[in-house]
Each structure stands twice: as structure tokens, then as C-alpha cells.
């Protein structure tokens, strides 16, 4: 694979490196931000372990607010501001930060609603049994949930290796980065197919890990 007299493998590499740090950082980060922030939409629920309206409508008004943004625009609009917590407007740093946002509300929604799914009669037990509510998130619904929530971020890791790709529209780096500056901008369809079969690679493995991983934790 070349562009003129040059070779293109090495950059190819070096892009795959900097999507799966865009992706691995924004999921450890959004995943976590975003468990917590899916678990205060569930337990500020009417009716639920620490019910509060008012949380409850800011926290549901955040995610709502944000969500629908196609991530272009959203990457685009947050620019001032990534450029004052990272120092930069371009590469891997500058996209990660407003990747991390979306990833935390994409993954908010996908934690309430498979919490939402559990029976809620295995609360009751425990909330009958004196358990305090951190108790009965750490050892009832955490563990109830398990399986499906890694189904839920292993569709996240897909959802954010998509986000990556559309980074590089505006120099973020990584395979999208690749694909347009050395196949579409040089009218060299081979290397954006190339990039487009890297991406299907990395997403199937991640999809093989989590279904795997899932159904070890349900069998249980």
C-alpha cells in the first residue's frame, strides 16, 4: 500500500494506534462516568432507592440535551472549550475529550435502561432485609445487571470506534484521519477500503470479547 514513492503501512499502523488509545481512553473514562451518572437517573427515579424529582429532571435534562447532537457537530461546537482544558484543537488529546462526554450520556441511557429491566423484587428483598441503598447497588444490582450491561458497552465500544472515525473529519487522528486524508483527498479508494476493513476487524473482535464474556457472566 503506497501514495506515490511512499509507504503507507507504517502510517496506517501508527493511525490504528491512535484510534484504539481514542477508543480505550473514552471508554474507561465515559464508561465510568457514565455508570454512575446511568445509576443516578435509576436510583433518583420516583419511587426508587434515593428518589429525588429535582435531581432526577436536571440529571434526565443533561443527558437528553445532548444526546440527540450528531457527534460532528458536537466535537465542533465543544472546540473552544477542548481547547482550554487540553491545550490543543487537534490529534488524539483534542478528540478524546468530547468523545468522553458523549460516551458518558450514551452510556447513562444504556445502564438505566438495563437497571430499569431487573426485577424489582429483588430490591424489595434486600431494601426489606435493612441493606443501605450503596449496598444494594454494589451487591444487587450491579451483579443482577452484569451480563447485560456488557453487551451495553460492548455496543458502546462500537459507538465510540464510530466517533473516532468521525474525529479525524477534523484532524482527531486515528483510522478516520487516515482514510480521508490518504484515500479520499488523493482519490485512493484502496486505503480508505483498507481502513474501512481494519475498523470491521477491531469491532468484530470487541464483539466476540464482550459476547463471550456475557455469556459467562449469565451462565452464572
Not at 443527558?63 to 482550554?84: C, D, E, G, H, Q
Not at 479520499?184 to 473482535?205: D, E, M, P
Amino acid at each position: 500500500m503506497t501514495s506515490g514513492s511512499q509507504s503507507l503501512w507504517p502510517v496506517l499502523f501508527e493511525a490504528l494506534g491512535q484510534t484504539l488509545q481514542m477508543v480505550l481512553v473514552t471508554l474507561g473514562i465515559g464508561g465510568l462516568a457514565g455508570l454512575v451518572l446511568g445509576l443516578g437517573l435509576y436510583t433518583t427515579r420516583q419511587g426508587n432507592l434515593l428518589a429525588n424529582r429535582p435531581v432526577y429532571f436536571v440529571l434526565n435534562l443533561i443527558v437528553n440535551i445532548i444526546r440527540p447532537i450528531p457527534f460532528i457537530i458536537f466535537i465542533s461546537a465543544m472546540l473552544p472549550l477542548t481547547i482550554k482544558v487540553t491545550g490543543t484543537s487537534f490529534g488524539p488529546t483534542a478528540a478524546i475529550f468530547p468523545m468522553s462526554i458523549m460516551a458518558t450520556v450514551a452510556t447513562s441511557r444504556i445502564v438505566e435502561q438495563n437497571i430499569v429491566a431487573l426485577d424489582p423484587g429483588l430490591i424489595e428483598a434486600a431494601r426489606a432485609m435493612g441493606a443501605s441503598p450503596l449496598r444494594i447497588i454494589a451487591t444487587v444490582i450491579i451483579p443482577e445487571a452484569l451480563g447485560p450491561l456488557i453487551l451495553g458497552y460492548t455496543f458502546l465500544f462500537v459507538g465510540i470506534t464510530d466517533m473516532s472515525a468521525m474525529a479525524g473529519a477534523v484532524a482527531g487522528g486515528g483510522l478516520g484521519d487516515f482514510a480521508i486524508v490518504y484515500g479520499y483527498q488523493r482519490y485512493n479508494f484502496a486505503v480508505t477500503w483498507i481502513a474501512v476493513g481494519v475498523i470491521i476487524v477491531v469491532v468484530q473482535l470487541a464483539q466476540l470479547i464482550g459476547n463471550i464474556l456475557a455469556r459467562r457472566v449469565l451462565r452464572r
